[in-house]
Antibody
């Protein structure tokens, strides 16, 4: 069964940093574009950013609220995706999901992890 | 940016009845070179991650019951559940993946009447 497992969430003070990881199993990460999506408590879904496959240039795009503070990277040899978060703000508090975008499904978000909670609070 | 607007915000339907959720995009999500609409529907149950139901506006993801169907093109889309089951209680989101920033609708909460 395809699985994405996020880790690295926790409590951090405003202005702090955190790195999230997303490990894939039964799934070859290198074949998929990968996105991070977050969900603040009791709120809807918000796309955070995406990284394309190396074949497609490995380029990244970010949502405006996180651009310049967050960085997505991938280590295909470890089948792992990362989200480096700096200069964290209270409004970054959310469950962070990693998602896979596979070509056969038109790059829709066809696989999701269980999520990891990031709480930014003093 | 594409703004996705769903209606209604919440919906209560009797078991076995039809449920219909609408999604309107501020711009067309129809990609002319492929003639595909880059519009997806997701279901999120409490305490769980979202699950892909429909992509390309009307293609059911593998394993999704056929009571779920998607329709529409360009800027106006509909998710229909033909005969509501108890396990369909959830929040439903539409999403455009035509271009970044990918954007979601605000969600529609579906309950049993």
């Amino acid at each position: 069964e395809v699985q994405l497992v996020e880790s690295g969430g926790g409590l951090v003070k405003p202005g702090g940093s955190l790195r999230l990881s997303c490990a894939a199993s039964e799934f070859t990460l290198s074949n998929a574009w990968m996105s991070w999506v977050r969900q603040a408590p009791g709120k809807g879904l918000e796309w955070v950013g995406r990284i394309k496959t190396k074949t497609n240039g490995g380029t990244t795009d970010y949502a405006a609220p996180v651009k310049g503070r967050f960085t997505i990277s991938r280590d295909d040899s470890k089948n792992t995706l990362y989200l480096e978060m700096n200069s964290l703000k209270t409004e970054d508090t959310a469950v962070y999901y990693c998602t896979a975008q596979n070509p056969p499904n038109g790059y829709s978000f066809d696989c999701w992890g269980q999520g990891t909670l990031v709480t930014v609070s003093s | 940016d594409f703004v996705m607007t769903q209606s209604p915000d919440s919906l209560a339907v009797s078991l076995g009845e039809r449920a219909t959720i609408h999604c309107k995009s501020s711009q067309s999500v129809l990609y002319s070179s492929t003639n595909e609409n880059y519009l997806a529907w997701y279901q999120q149950k409490p305490g769980q991650p979202p699950k892909l139901l429909i992509y390309w506006a009307s293609t059911r993801e593998s394993g999704v019951p056929d009571r779920f169907s998607g329709s529409g093109s360009g800027t106006d889309f509909t998710l229909t559940i033909s005969s509501l089951q108890a396990e369909d209680v959830a929040v439903y989101y539409c999403q455009q993946y035509y271009s970044t920033p990918y954007t979601f609708g605000q969600g529609t909460k579906l309950e049993i009447k």
